[in-house]
């Protein structure tokens, strides 16, 4: 009995074992996420990788965001693990929402972490439910509505696809020409088309090349020849191997001839001119079409070729039942170019009006006039209004035509108005604008005003005014020179000078004294004085003479302070003095002889009463 409890416990798990090994199996392909979750950063929403996906394995995530059934938005990514959603469908906490997200493989080709292109994708896998998997509080629901993304693709098809599975615009790739990048000896290549409708890109490896002969026909240049590889590269490359030469056209005097020979490896041929032969050119006269002229050998060899040089048309006229010609001859050759007027038929080739004072008219080219007839004119425009002292005029346009007739109009009669003062150098007056004048007499100047005295170095100028009309006379004062104007001297304490009209001091120089003039004696008790005069400008200084002391002695203890002889009193102005001799004047001199002589008496009958008054001291 044990042992058939065994038995039957081992055949059950040998069918279990056996039961789950083809969903392992089918498991395998399929990539389910793990824990879809909110991240807790903004709306972000992030899961794990599934677990039996290996790190070389890439998947394409498609994550939705459900309310209620309802699914609010889809997003999709590749290779990343995180979606975020919009604000907009998230109006309740998002413990509400219920979490979803499904996986798929992709191959792609080029960096994962960079740029990549996908050129596969596997089918999807389940969806993985993370957060609120209830309801919410939406009492009401909205029924699903499709949305569908951009496209999708795998190798042969493209779609595009609603959150729900539903897809639409369905339909094979339609690929562009293959852009190829050529592989070498050493490196592969490659080619890649792109789908016109979604953009996937087709793409496929290219061998390392492998040089051989794909195509036994030689090329070649006017020197080798060859065999090319597919890849472009030459094989069998040699110099031409020629046969003996043909000649295919023999030379003439006229025409050089031509020879060729053929390379007995590939189907080059070369070829050669073979000069002409001596030729000695005869050029008869000219010959000529139309545009030229030249002189020709009978060999076919022109020279002296050129345009014609025409010179003018000479016309006769066609008329109006008659054509007419003209004809024009080259200067060079002759040659006469003639040509056929038609039959003429008057009309207007010119729309422009033509005219004189009474008529116009339209010309045709022959000069007939046509449509002649007078002017019909506007109204009169008075272009310039007369005056009392010029005529005016007034024009009119023919309405027709571009003629203006013109006429003057008489001056108006003329009331004299005299304006302000008008003047000249001389006169003033009053004057009409008819030239008629009144009160005209000479200027009434008042008295010199100088506006700018002159410098050395400027000219000054002076103006008088007319007390009449208010005319200004300005005359130009010269340049100044240095002058004495005054021959009297100017003095002050130390120097003379005389002065110049405009200040300048001229001849400066320190005075020249004569002999001092005594001209109060000093005594005892009071001092005197003296004075010495200027021998060129007069000036009188003038200086005290101590007293002498001689009398009642004063208190030894507090004599009188003589004068001191290098402070001389200030001289007198000689101006304020109306007693002092003046240079040259004699008419007192024996009086001051006697004074002199007395003031000598004086002084020497005091010396020697002090020499007495010591000696009776001692």
């Not at 080739?349 to 007939?368: A, F, P, V």
């Not at 103006?463 to 100044?480: F, Q, S, W």
């Not at 240095?482 to 009209?501: F, L, N, P, R």
């Amino acid at each position: 009995m044990p042992r058939k409890k065994r038995l039957f416990a081992l055949l059950l798990s040998l069918c279990m074992v056996l039961g789950i090994l083809p969903a392992t199996v089918f498991a395998a392909g399929k990539y389910v996420p793990e824990n879809p979750r909110w991240s807790g950063y903004a709306n972000q929403v992030m899961w794990d990788k599934p677990a039996n996906a290996s790190g070389s394995t890439y998947l394409e995530y498609e994550a939705q965001l459900v309310l209620n059934g309802q699914v609010l938005q889809t997003e999709s990514v590749e290779i990343d693990r995180w979606v975020f959603f919009s604000s907009e469908n998230i109006t309740q906490s998002k413990d509400a929402y219920t979490l979803k997200v499904r996986a798929r493989t992709i191959d792609i080709v080029g960096d994962p972490d960079g740029q990549y292109t996908v050129t596969g994708r596997g089918e999807w896998g389940d969806w993985a439910v993370g957060g609120n998997t209830g309801g919410g509080v939406d009492p009401d629901p909205q029924p699903h509505e499709h949305s569908y993304g951009g496209w999708k693709s795998d190798k042969t098809q493209h779609w595009k696809e609603c959150s729900c599975g539903e897809k639409t615009e369905a339909g094979s790739h339609t690929f562009g020409e293959w852009t190829v990048t050529p592989p070498t000896t050493e490196e592969t290549g490659s080619r890649e088309r792109t789908c016109s409708t979604c953009g996937y890109k087709d793409i496929e490896t290219l061998p390392v090349h492998e040089h051989g002969i794909h195509d036994e026909t030689w090329k070649y240049d006017e020197t080798e020849h060859w065999q090319e590889c597919s890849c472009g590269e030459k094989l069998n490359l040699a110099d031409h191997t020629f046969g003996e030469w043909k000649v295919t056209r023999p030379p003439t005097e006229t025409e050089a001839g031509s020879r060729e020979r053929t390379c007995t490896v590939c189907e080059y041929v070369q070829t050669e001119t073979i000069p002409m032969l001596e030729h000695e050119h005869s050029y008869g006269g000219w010959q000529s079409d139309e545009t030229e002229h030249w002189k020709e050998c009978r060999c076919g060899e022109k020279t002296e070729a050129g345009s014609h040089t025409f010179g003018e048309w000479t016309v006769t006229p066609p008329t109006t039942e008659e054509t007419g010609s003209r004809e024009r001859t080259c200067s060079t050759c002759g040659y006469k170019d003639i040509e056929t007027l038609p039959v003429h038929e008057h009309g207007i080739h010119d729309e422009t009006w033509k005219y004189d004072e009474t008529e116009h008219w339209q010309e045709c080219s022959c000069g007939e006039k046509l449509n002649l007839a007078d002017h019909t004119f506007g109204e009169w425009k008075v272009t310039t209004p007369p005056t009392e002292t010029e005529e005016g005029s007034r024009e009119r346009n023919c309405t027709v035509c571009e003629y203006v007739q013109t006429e003057t109009i008489p001056k108006l009669e003329h009331e004299h108005s005299y304006d302000g003062w008008q003047s000249d150098e001389t006169e003033h007056w009053k004057e009409c604008r008819c030239g008629e004048k009144t009160e005209a007499g000479n200027h009434t100047f008042g008295d010199w005003t100088v506006t700018k005295k002159p410098t050395t170095t400027e000219e000054g100028s002076q103006e008088r005014t007319c007390a009449t009309c208010g005319y200004k006379d300005i005359e130009t004062l010269p340049v100044h020179e240095h002058g004495i104007h005054d021959e009297t001297w100017k003095y002050d304490e130390t120097e003379h000078w005389q002065e110049c009209s405009c200040g300048e001091k001229l001849n400066l120089a320190d005075h020249t004294y004569g002999d001092w003039d005594v001209t109060k004696e000093a005594t005892e008790t009071e001092a005197g004085s003296r004075e010495r005069g200027c021998t060129v400008c007069g000036y009188m200084q003038t200086e005290v003479i101590p007293a002498t002391g001689i009398g009642d002695p004063t208190d030894p203890a507090d004599p009188t302070e003589p004068t001191d002889p290098a402070q001389p009193v200030k001289p007198q102005d000689p101006s304020d003095a109306t007693d002092n001799p003046q240079t040259g004047d004699s008419s007192n001199m024996m009086l001051w002889v006697s004074l002199v002589l007395t003031s000598c008496g004086g002084v020497l009958g005091m010396l020697f009463y002090r020499r007495k008054k010591a000696a009776a001291g001692k």
